[in-house]
């Protein structure tokens, strides 16, 4: 006959099992934050790359709209200022209980690169027929201005209207964050670092076209498989060789790029390792063919800037590029990223800091991890 203290002290450890096992894993009765595993790199509690799930803004309103807005003719950024007003705007819908929608046609329609993956965000502007709307544009200093202002005011008395049209290219999840009046809908968000909510998001919402996922198949199928992938995203700012390039601020000094020549010597092995690369400048691409000829790899296509380049089917072309060599980017066994958002983007998705490199125009190449100053501006 087992006593009632020793039934009292079974339920009790059976309780603290099961406490314990919802802490590390979240999967009994709710999804928790995933954390950033150092050691494997993995947002993860076990077995997948993230642990949580946003509350999709599918479920939202169907009065309320935010949409994030790219279109011809306007200045939006480049790619990495786009992933951030698309992250920012989705988080205003998920905040205030909204629908969500994203209206990218500059250079041209982005959904020929990325489709929706959980709900359907396609932008219809047949949706909003009858409904009052506005377009606001918070590019650099006033999307900086209007974050601060969401910690803690009310994001529908900012935007009144059914339908919003946003143009934003600022970081906006630490700072919506904080704001109390949402803390329920957004709870998910609650304990998820800025490189944890980007990931978690992006990966929930996009999924490559099917254009450029047979694309991306037969570029792992034919060049990767069986190989570590060893990866660097270069930005030089400029490129005065290319008319269509027209990024001129200068972000770095070619003579640098030999530190990412000397890393890459480490793994010059075409039995072990590829090499792949993406940047905005020919010479540094060139420079790399001719140091690593058959072992560099790319996604073929013309170098461009999505948003200061011309409107031509070539910039279109440059701009899924961009899309799919981010897309590989975020696959990296080893990743050195340099001064941009295309490259820092990637690294959150791809979800670890083991073998990851900064290098910045007035700091060597050298190991960085998502808090370090040398991967992350604090005015991002």
């Given at each position: 006959?087992?006593?009632?203290?020793?039934?009292?002290?079974?339920?009790?450890?059976?309780?603290?099992?099961?406490?314990?096992?919802?802490?590390?894993?979240?999967?009994?009765?709710?999804?928790?934050?995933?954390?950033?595993?150092?050691?494997?790199?993995?947002?993860?509690?076990?077995?997948?790359?993230?642990?949580?799930?946003?509350?999709?803004?599918?479920?939202?309103?169907?009065?309320?709209?935010?949409?994030?807005?790219?279109?011809?003719?306007?200045?939006?950024?480049?790619?990495?200022?786009?992933?951030?007003?698309?992250?920012?705007?989705?988080?205003?819908?998920?905040?205030?209980?909204?629908?969500?929608?994203?209206?990218?046609?500059?250079?041209?329609?982005?959904?020929?690169?990325?489709?929706?993956?959980?709900?359907?965000?396609?932008?219809?502007?047949?949706?909003?027929?009858?409904?009052?709307?506005?377009?606001?544009?918070?590019?650099?200093?006033?999307?900086?201005?209007?974050?601060?202002?969401?910690?803690?005011?009310?994001i529908t008395e900012h935007f009144p209207r059914d339908v919003s049209y946003l143009t934003i290219n600022s970081e906006f999840s630490h700072y919506i964050r904080q704001n109390k009046l949402y803390s329920q809908n957004l709870a998910w968000l609650k304990d998820l670092s800025m490189a944890e909510t980007f990931a978690t998001i992006w990966r929930d919402i996009m999924v490559l076209s099917p254009e450029l996922q047979k694309r991306y198949q037969q570029f792992v199928t034919t060049q990767v498989t069986g190989k570590k992938l060893i990866c660097a995203q270069i930005r030089i700012g400029r490129d005065p060789n290319n008319a269509d390039f027209r990024d001129d601020f200068p972000i770095m000094n070619l003579d640098k790029i030999s530190q990412v020549w000397n890393l890459f010597m480490k793994y010059n092995d075409s039995g072990k390792y590829r090499i792949f690369l993406t940047t905005d400048n020919g010479d540094v691409r060139t420079e790399a063919i001719k140091r690593f000829p058959g072992k560099l790899i790319e996604i073929d296509g013309p170098i461009g800037h999505v948003d200061r380049g011309p409107e031509t089917e070539k910039t279109c072309d440059a701009f899924k590029k961009v899309i799919l060599d981010q897309h590989i980017l975020s696959t990296c066994d080893v990743l050195i990223s340099s001064w941009s958002g295309i490259g820092r983007h990637a690294a959150y998705v791809r979800g670890k800091e083991t073998g990851l490199y900064c290098l910045l125009r007035d700091r060597d190449l050298g190991p960085c991890n998502f808090n370090s100053s040398l991967f992350q501006p604090s005015n991002w």
């Open positions: 006959m087992i006593s009632k203290y020793k039934l009292t002290i079974g339920i009790l450890l059976i309780l603290a099992l099961i406490v314990l096992y919802e802490f590390y894993y979240g999967t009994l009765f709710a999804r928790k934050p995933g954390l950033l595993n150092r050691e494997t790199g993995l947002f993860a509690r076990k077995s997948g790359l993230f642990a949580t799930e946003p509350k999709l803004s599918v479920e939202g309103s169907k009065d309320k709209y935010f949409v994030y807005s790219c279109r011809r003719g306007m200045v939006c950024g480049g790619w990495g200022d786009r992933q951030k007003g698309v992250i920012a705007v989705y988080l205003m819908a998920n905040a205030t209980n909204s629908q969500f929608r994203i209206e990218i046609e500059k250079p041209c329609d982005f959904t020929s690169a990325l489709q929706p993956k959980s709900f359907n965000w396609i932008f219809n502007k047949n949706e909003f027929i009858n409904r009052s709307s506005e377009r606001r544009e918070f590019i650099d200093g006033h999307g900086r201005e209007l974050r601060d202002k969401l910690t803690k005011d009310n």
